[in-house]
């Protein structure tokens, strides 16, 4: 996430009451979570086994919960509590807005596209040409839709990231302050979720199709033309590449890449990352071929048990 302008440190650290180490007036140009930061981005880590991880990223400030050595170039804010703070942030720059009618008013709607009756649409949406809305769809704020997409009954774009903190009175949410990315030629179907990123986008790439009752987890992004059946849940931060098929009721964990043209069988686990043109099964997630040899050898072992028996 971007901010409209460029603030300096001394400013930012005046919002969430901190110390920092830096210059006063070194440029603060947006906040981002590690995975999607450039130069002039905040980023926050709270725990000491990811102080390097952050501190080498591409951000140049880094939000953090001690006194370190700062890398040249970069800047510090410290915080007491990292994750609070970069809520505040969120909080600041990308409010909640509220709205009073079912279209908003800063929404853009293209040519010769339909909205089916009991939509909602929030502020900022951006809608192409000869796209049908159909009933009951609900686009949450700053969503961005291109041409020719059709989006069933009941579907949701842009709910919060499920981006959680434990703490001894409970969990305590991260703001998600980004989008939901919907380019040209995409088909959603009924009942669908897909959640917005927390500061980046979550992208659903040129012709791909989803069926019903999909979950697309925050920040993730889907290539161009894959193919992903009903009931399947796609965690966040997870990159699907062009090509890629889903079939029903496969579930990944977060953070991982499935790629070009690969192919999951349904109720699949995908716990890992996989490579593409290749067809895959299980939990965990294996090659299909294997998995089929694997079966035929335990169907084999009765035989070969009563063998060594004999000798």
């Not at 897909?194 to 920040?219: A, F, P, R, W, Y």
């Amino acid at each position: 996430m971007k901010f409209s302008k460029t603030y300096s440190l001394k400013e930012i650290a005046q919002l969430l009451n901190c110390d920092y180490v830096g210059t006063d007036d070194f440029p603060v140009l947006g906040m981002n979570e590690i995975h999607v930061v450039t130069p002039g981005d905040i980023v926050f880590v709270d725990h000491p086994k990811y102080y390097d991880k952050a501190l080498q990223s591409e951000a140049t400030i880094v939000l953090i919960n001690k006194k370190v050595d700062c890398p040249e170039g970069k800047a510090l804010l410290i915080s007491d509590d990292p994750f609070r703070d970069f809520n505040k942030l969120t909080q600041h720059f990308k409010p909640f807005q509220s709205a009073n009618v079912s279209i908003s008013p800063s929404a853009t709607i293209g040519k010769n596209t339909s909205i089916q009756p009991n939509c909602f649409i929030g502020h900022n949406v951006t809608i192409g040409d000869h796209c049908v809305i159909h009933s009951n769809v609900s686009i949450y704020d700053d969503t961005v839709i291109g041409d020719n997409v059709t989006i069933h009954a009941g579907t949701i774009l842009g709910a919060s990231a499920f981006y959680y903190k434990k703490r001894p009175e409970g969990y305590d949410q991260l703001v998600s302050g980004g989008r939901v990315v919907i380019k040209n030629n995409v088909h959603i179907g009924a009942l669908c979720s897909i959640d917005k990123g927390v500061t980046g986008d979550t992208t659903i790439g040129e012709g791909s199709k989803l069926d019903n009752q999909i979950q697309v987890g925050h920040d993730t992004v889907i290539g161009k033309n894959c193919l992903i059946a009903s009931q399947t849940g796609i965690a966040g931060c997870c990159i699907i590449e062009d090509g890629v098929t889903l079939w029903g009721q496969v579930g990944t964990t977060s953070g991982i890449t499935i790629g070009e043209n690969a192919v999951v069988l349904g109720q699949a686990g995908v716990t890992k990352s996989i490579p593409g043109n290749k067809t895959y099964s299980g939990t965990p997630i294996n090659e299909a071929r294997a998995k089929l040899k694997e079966i035929a050898t335990l169907r084999k072992l009765p035989e070969i048990i009563e063998q060594l028996k004999t000798k």
